[in-house]
């Protein structure tokens, strides 16, 4: 979505962010779905993709610079 831009931008970011940000644990982590395959990682997996799902907005990462 962040490649498409524009409303597609508009309408898909901030509802992920919300989503994220209200299901992230006291410490700041993510922890993974109870009965998915990369619940073996513990938090780490989940808060590395969490993470880089919110990096489009900031284009911390040059793939998302324009």
């Not at 524009?6 to 299901?23: E, H, I, N, Q, S």
């Not at 009965?35 to 990682?41: K, M």
Request: aromatic letters at 14%; hydrophobic letters at 40%.
């Amino acid at each position: 979505m962040a490649q498409l831009g524009g409303d597609y931008w508009k309408r898909f970011f901030p509802v992920v962010a919300k989503t994220l940000l209200d299901a992230r644990s006291a410490d700041g982590s993510w922890e993974a779905e109870i009965g998915r395959d990369d619940a073996i990682y513990g938090p780490t997996y989940p808060t590395a993709l969490s993470v880089l799902t919110l990096t489009p907005a900031y284009q911390m990462l040059p793939i998302y610079q324009r």
